[in-house]
């Protein structure tokens, strides 16, 4: 048997129209298959079948009669025919939808992997531009880090160097000290009765032109005016370096007095120039020359500074 392809609406209203038309015959099977050309479908019918529904020996015989006459007779033919035509010109407007409705998704589709596309690399070029930002931050904030660590770093260097040089000033300065010291000690160590006596000696003949005794020179106030002599050289004033007044060492050596002077000079090399400079000042002139003072220390020390030697006179009645 033929495979024939039929719509099954389609095949289904020809069979019934055959049926009661004409009846049962066996010339359905060869009728159908002379239109098989023309009908399309989506159904496979085996001619069996037709002849399973006509088994009926004498109802083929009509059938086969009357599907010769349906045949012969034009309108029904006609009717056929139109009916075919009309059933492809449905096929091929659905085929054209199902054409276009594909065409349609895949364009679609297309569209959709395209804008996933697009979206997929607008995305990695945003994640990319955040990275690339993070990273640059990251490097900004560390060679901020790094200039701040370098700038501290300086700093500390900076003030380690000024503290490491204002110790070596105070060094260099205490070794100053501690040698002038020791040049005052060995000075007034090494200064014989002589010198000091000279000072003594030149002060008690100035007073001897105007008719005064002459000054006596004590241990006691030696001492004093050698110590004097070493706090002028730092602070050149009648007060001491701590805001003590000059006479307070009398009193700390044991010097008991009613009356009490004091002369001090810097720059003279000699007692004699120290001398004279004293006599043309008022103030130390009048000390020297003062009637009530009859004993007298003298301090001397010698230095590496400007003055080179330092002076102090002290007077007692």
């Known amino acids: ?9 389609t095949f289904t209203a020809l069979l019934i129209a055959a049926i009661f038309a004409t009846g049962c015959g066996s010339g359905l099977d060869e009728e159908f298959v002379t239109t098989e050309d023309s009908l399309a479908g989506d159904s496979t019918i085996e001619t069996d079948t037709m002849d399973a529904v006509i088994e009926d020996p004498v109802a083929r015989t009509k059938t086969t009669a009357n599907a010769a006459t349906i045949i012969e007779d034009p309108a029904l033919v006609t009717g056929a025919e139109a009916n075919n035509m009309s059933e492809s010109a449905t096929k091929a407007v659905e085929d054209g939808h199902l054409a276009e409705e594909a065409r349609l998704a895949e364009e679609a589709r297309k569209q959709a992997e395209a804008e996933a596309a697009s979206k997929a690399a607008a995305e990695s070029a945003a994640a990319k531009a955040a990275e690339e930002a993070r990273l640059a931050e990251e490097a900004r904030l560390a060679e901020e880090a790094r200039k701040q660590a370098e700038a501290e770093a300086a700093s500390k260097a900076a003030a380690e160097s000024a503290a490491a040089a204002q110790a070596a000033e105070e060094a260099r300065l205490a070794e100053e000290a501690r040698q002038s010291e020791e040049a005052a000690a060995q000075s007034a160590s090494s200064q014989s009765g002589n010198t000091l006596s000279q000072v003594v000696a030149l002060c008690s003949a100035e007073r001897a032109n105007e008719g005064l005794g002459a000054l006596t020179m004590t241990a006691e106030l030696n001492a004093v005016a050698a110590e004097r002599a070493r706090e002028i050289t730092n602070y ?27 002369n001090i000079a810097a720059g003279q090399i000699s ?5 004279d400079s004293w006599m043309n000042s008022a ?5 020297i020359m003062h009637s009530g003072f009859n004993h007298a220390g003298v301090g ?3 230095t590496n500074d400007e003055y080179v ?8 009645d």
């Open 300 to 302: 001397c020390v010698y």
């Open 309 to 316: 030697v330092y002076w102090v006179m002290v007077f007692t």
């Open 236 to 262: 050149f004033s009648h007060t001491r370096p701590d805001g003590g007044s000059c006479f307070d060492l009398m009193d700390a050596y044991g010097v008991y007095y009613h009356a009490a002077g004091e």
């Open 283 to 287: 103030g130390h002139r009048a000390n």
């Open 271 to 275: 007692p004699e120039e120290v001398v």
């Open 1 to 9: 048997m033929k495979h024939l392809w039929f719509k099954k609406k």
